[in-house]
């Protein structure tokens, strides 16, 4: 699977790795002389997905959302049921 990491002059870098060896989000990590942050990959989630798992990127809600952070293209990075219920909540939306 491809893995998403910015380099220190802001650049995607993309690595393959399986999914055991990836490292958690915000993670720094040596590849090839450099030093890499993990980022969200906007590629890893689909919409329609099980959302069992978190965080992930929300492609349905308005980019830029008031108390979500983003990813570098602004769309919002939900961190957890309590945060989704929260967001929910403070923006008057409903889950499908």
Avoid: W
Wanted: aromatic share 6%.
């Amino acid at each position: 699977m491809l893995y998403e990491f910015l380099d220190a002059d802001g650049n995607v870098v993309e690595i393959a790795m399986s999914m055991r060896d990836a490292p958690p989000i915000g993670s720094i990590i040596e590849h090839e002389g450099r030093q890499l942050t993990r980022i969200v990959s906007d590629m890893q989630v689909d919409p329609g997905t099980n959302r069992s798992q978190y965080p992930y990127v929300s492609h349905a809600l308005q980019r830029r959302l008031e108390g979500c952070k983003t990813t570098r293209d602004g769309k919002p990075v939900v961190m957890s049921k309590r945060h989704e219920r929260e967001i929910m909540s403070r923006h008057g939306f409903e889950k499908d």
